[in-house]
């Protein structure tokens, strides 16, 4: 019953999985509940400091493939916001064996600068094919009851009505439309943003945005180029791969939104909205030699009697992005771009507990422009 | 057709309505700077300054065009300085560390020289042209205060020192405490640092402001609808606020010496713990706002008398002990103190707060080197219920409830109350509802320093204290200076790993109350 440390605590951000007694068995929320606790009391038998900590209950239901890939994310994660995690999968099984298999683990950092195991329980759960209807309630008898219940949801993992009965357990479901290669599963999901609100549906996409924003709202900021906030004609949002990303059609929506601009038209890749004091067009542009799908740069422009030119451009993963405008005053900025890896987006959005109207509104649109037919 | 939303104006950091701004997580991006460090080859810039600025870079907190220049005696080029601030730490990513290393550099004078300031002006300004930078510059005090003046004569002279306008590259000056050794060389550094800057570029640290839980102080009084109603004299019998060392006077006697723990604690953390523990709630969240309200609680404590001073202050100084298993010399066996030094090492006072708030709650203080143990702490201990209802069970007299509010070391937060223990009799024990950083966040909070050096990079000197508030600390240290010079209260010896001299428990005793245990 003696558990082990299989990973060697020797690297700061190396983390130390514990195993509890047995491996994976048939599934028993009591037994396992009892596993748990013997595997804090016989950890660390070298007599260091362990503590089991849990913000949150977090359910993570995924296609078996995607689990090893996502391991680094919650292994950042949960050093960032120690939870009871629930992994969930579907697997083959042998006829005869438990149709519900569980194991215990634990997921540990050292905490910065010594001193002990800081450590997120984790419940591994495998359902057989047809059997994962029984997840749910597996789930539920494991919840720790006055901790909020985070389901993020990346793919399909079970089947559609464990899923739906795991959504309504949870107190947030977080998602991400930058993963969506399908525009209607975009539109899905920013529908539901709009109408159950934020706070209960989050979008990591829009977390991933935050420098953009931050950028774009820098713009404006300064006092020579406030004026012409009101008068922009033209905003073009370059994209890598071969459809606009989640996050252009996000953030042409959350521009159009905050500077009050109503949506009359699409053709082609244009957007024709009315302005406070004149017509706005804004293109979501594909830039051909990129791959990726992402925003690589914003330019925006007004001839009016206040004129502004400035386009922002990021690279990759530059730890900077210029903002060069030509108008009114031609001058280069160089600022920093903070981007935020997956994991830091997943804690950020859980932290977040008001509603976000910005969002909200900007997934209302989004839905709107990403299925507009095109105007004939 | 109506807008597609409601564009409400919000601010950004210039002050210019902007809708962009609204709904958003306002994370401001520091400005490329460059941060000059004097005082680079010391203890601080090694143990806090570099480690914390190697933070906000691996954590993207600091523009990846700012650099560093440290400015010491020692004759050093940018390699040596680079070897000399790699942090000790095993958390320390080679990787990263190469990549800040990169941005530091550094530039050997002394402070007296002003060739040396212009050098330092010139290398500043090709480093600027060199990154890129729009000029904006930290001067960095981690020098002794004796030093202070000479720099800022020299920074002055050299034209180091843009304005404070508004428009262009901004200069701004982090000054290490002591500020001042009493309330008139206060006031005269103020005028020395206020000839080249002004106010809002000088930002005087105070490392314990920039610790979560001093911060949270505020947080848990104000954004909890629970303890503001209870804060206060209708509740609260009276307050602790210990600052516990276990460590010595570490090889720093030539300034203790001058200091005591008088000036090296009361004026500083010690009144800024009590003033955020007892002022009023700001009406914004704001630099001025906040400090405006502190500064009221320095007001309203009234400068002891010398009779005050005497039945409401204790001072001590160590004599030989063992901390920790570990025997120690006594304070006037260290190096540099002289056998019949009369310097203190341990104070405990009795401060009372005149103000419709706190009016009849006092607020006892202590801190001392060579205590049993490291531990700051602010004990709010509360009055008794009105009526004894268990009297009859027995349970004559109830522990009260106790709120603990721990700076350091495991910073956190607990409470604690009356339960009844199990079993058929009815007898009350006291239990505690604990919060404690890392069990509830999965890590340490960050150091104070990261913190602090990244509000100033922003421009936003909540954390700082402000003139008036260290001349107004001043007048409260100067007050019990002056009857302590005087030999009275005279001096009480208690052995080092105690929790000071027995006065300091008398001190409360005689009100009918105890020092809680750290």
Known sequence: ?376 | MTPDAAATPARGATGVENPLREGSITLRAADPCTIVVFGASGDLTHRKLIPALYALAREKSLHPKSAVIGFARRPWDDEAFRRAARPDSADLDPHEWNRFAASLFYRSGTFENAADYATLGRSLTALERERGTPGNRIFYFATPPDAYPTILEGLRTAGLVHDAGPEGPWTRVIIEKPFGHDLASARNLNAQVHASFDERQVYRIDHYLGKETVQNILVLRLGNGIFEPLWNNRYVDHVQISVAESVGIEGRANYFERAGVLRDMLQNHMLQLLTLTAMEPPSRFEADAVRDEKAKVLRALAPLSRDEVIARTVRGQYGPGAVAGVSVPGYCEEPGVGSGSQTESYLAAKFEIDNWRWAGVPFYVRSGKRLAKRATEIVIVFRHPPYALFRSAGCESLEANVLRLRIQPDEGISLSFGSKAPGPSLHIDPVRMDFNYLTSFGADPPEAYQRLLLDCNLGDSTLFARRDEVELAWEQVDAIAAAWQDGVPGLSKYPAGSWGPTEAERLLTRDGRRWYRL
């Not at chain 1, 951000?13 to 509890?20: I, K």
């Not at chain 1, 900077?320 to 031609?330: G, I």
Request: contains cysteine; aromatic residues 6%; proline residues 7%.
């Open chain 1, 1 to 376: 019953m003696t558990p082990k440390t299989v990973e060697g605590a020797t690297a700061d951000r190396e983390p130390v999985l514990l195993f509890g007694p047995d491996g994976e068995r048939p599934f028993d929320a009591a037994a396992l509940e009892r596993e748990l606790r013997a595997m804090w009391k016989a950890a660390r038998p070298d007599g260091g400091a362990l503590y089991r900590a849990a913000l949150a209950n977090v359910i993570l239901p995924l296609d078996p493939e995607h689990h090893a890939p996502l391991d680094p994310v919650l292994v950042e994660f949960t050093r960032r916001h120690p939870s009871r995690l629930f992994r969930l999968q579907r697997a083959d099984r042998a006829a005869g064996d438990a149709p519900l298999q569980a194991r215990a683990t634990a997921l540990c950092h050292l905490r910065p600068g010594g001193g002990g195991l800081i450590c997120s329980e984790q419940i591994i759960l495998t359902a057989a094919s047809g059997a994962d209807t029984l997840v749910p309630s597996a789930v539920a008898s494991l919840i720790v009851g006055d901790l909020p219940v985070v389901l993020i949801r990346l793919d399909a993992g079970l089947s559609p009505a464990a899923d739906a009965a795991l959504e309504a357990m949870a107190d947030m479901t977080v998602e991400d439309s930058a993963t969506r290669t399908d525009v209607a599963d975009m539109v899905r999901l920013w529908s539901r943003l709009a109408s159950e609100g934020s706070g209960r549906v989050r979008d990591i996409a829009w977390a991933r945005l935050m420098p953009w924003r931050e950028l774009l709202a820098e713009v404006f900021d300064q006092p020579d180029a406030a004026a012409a906030r009101g008068e922009l004609e033209e905003v073009t949002i370059h994209h890598g791969g071969s459809a606009p990303p989640a996050g252009a059609w996000l953030l042409a929506s959350w521009l159009a939104t905050r500077l009050a601009w109503t949506y009359r038209e699409h053709r082609g890749s244009r957007f024709r909205f009315d302005g406070p004091r004149r017509s706005v067009t804004v293109r979501i542009e594909r830039e051909p030699d990129v791959a990726e799908p992402v925003v690589l740069a914003v330019h925006a422009r007004s001839d009016g009697p206040q004129p502004l030119d400035v386009r922002i451009a990021h690279g990759g993963r530059d730890a900077t992005a210029t903002m060069e405008f030509l108008a009114p005053r031609a001058r280069t900025l160089e600022r920093a771009f903070r981007y935020r890896e997956f994991a830091a987006c997943l804690v950020g959005e859980i932290h977040r507990h008001e509603p976000n109207e910005s969002l909200e509104h900007a997934a209302r649109l989004a839905a709107r422009l990403a299925a507009a037919p095109e105007t004939s």
